[in-house]
């Protein structure tokens, strides 16, 4: 098949080398404003450049991947749907609910299939708990941890658009709580702090953050999220039930050390990268894809489902700046 690709950023060529190894892919078109980034993908994946997103749409692709940047997203993903075209879209669907809320809107009934890039649904482990959570081995849940740790904060212009901590980074940790548990969250309380650059308090944001969710069923998610963990990238999942407790992210390449006297684990080097540590997971995941594209499955990630993430995120950064709990049905429009 032929994959568009519009984006040649950093996870955009991430995705374009990925796409470029997968057997289903025979050939990529691509765009982006910067004639650097396409020299390099045609040059390294023997892609064939457009210099627009109309052109890419009309160069007879069957498929077609977003990485642009996120006020983008929108006008992209439905001038996909227009054409009839599969898509992929990096997470946020947009940059706010009620044009996240537009965007479905006119998705749904459209028939074309439109898959957002929540590459932890693709990880084996995060894969294999949502197994034991649903096949009832784990019991009744009572606990949820959910940890994202990055290892250095992005750099000042990221921050000044991203939303905030909850939004661009915490979302991870809302889809993936609702997707292994298969509950919904019903309540948040939330706070944060800075510790570190001054700059990203100077945006309005927290470097540090943690969530307190409430699911449908009572069960509790706590989520702890940070720009600064200088051992690397730490991203882990822990779920308490009746019956058994299990983790994900317990591997030789946590970047945690232990202090326990005889104690070895972890023994490898940390993850250091979110790209590291997912490579597989987006393997997967644009693997996923192809088979939307050729029809053998539906999305796996829809827009409905990446709009009760960026719910629970607004829910979350409304809660830190009003210091309260929050309902999730006060955000919903």
């Known amino acids: 098949m032929r994959i568009g690709i519009m984006g040649l950023g950093r996870i955009g060529s991430f995705h374009a080398e990925t796409l470029a190894g997968l057997d289903g892919v025979d050939s990529l078109v691509v765009t982006d404003p910067v004639a650097a980034a396409v020299a390099t993908a045609t040059e390294r994946f023997g892609a064939t450049a457009t210099d627009s997103p109309e052109a890419l749409l009309a160069a007879g692709v069957d498929g077609v991947v977003i990485a642009a ?3 983008a997203h929108p006008s992209l993903i439905l001038a996909a749907v227009r054409a009839g075209i599969p898509v992929f879209c990096e997470k946020p ?3 706010g609910v009620e044009e996240s809320l537009e965007v479905l809107r006119a998705v749904e009934g459209s028939g074309v299939e439109v898959h957002i890039g929540y590459n932890r649904r693709f990880d084996a482990g995060f894969a294999a708990a949502r197994r034991a959570v649903l ?10 941890r959910s940890t994202t740790l990055d290892p250095a904060p992005p750099p000042p212009a990221y921050v000044a658009v991203s939303g905030g901590i909850f939004r661009d980074c915490g979302v991870h940790d809302f ?26 308090r100077e945006a309005g944001d927290v470097d540090t953050a943690s969530a307190l969710l409430t699911l449908d069923d009572g069960t509790i998610a706590v989520i702890s999220d940070s720009r600064h963990n200088a051992r690397g990238h730490d991203v882990r999942l822990e779920l308490h039930g009746m019956k058994d407790s299990i983790a994900v992210g317990l591997q030789d390449r946590l970047p945690l050390r232990s202090v326990e006297p005889g104690t070895t684990f972890p023994a490898g080097t940390p993850h250091t990268f ?8 987006y393997r997967a995941e644009l693997t996923a894809f192809t088979e939307v594209v050729a029809g053998t499955r539906t999305s796996p990630c829809t827009v409905a489902d990446a709009i009760e993430a960026s719910l629970t995120a607004e829910a979350c950064t409304l809660s830190l700046r009003e210091h309260r709990p929050v309902r999730l049905y006060e955000v919903r429009k």
């Open 69 to 71: 940047a996120t006020d």
């Open 93 to 95: 669907v947009a940059r």
């Open 175 to 200: 889809d993936i709580v609702r997707w292994v548990t298969g509950r919904e969250v019903v309540e948040v309380y939330a706070t944060g702090g800075n510790r570190g650059a001054e700059y990203i």
């Open 274 to 281: 979110f790209m590291d540590r997912f490579a597989d997971a």
């Open 135 to 144: 096949s009832g081995e784990l019991g009744d849940l009572h606990t949820v």
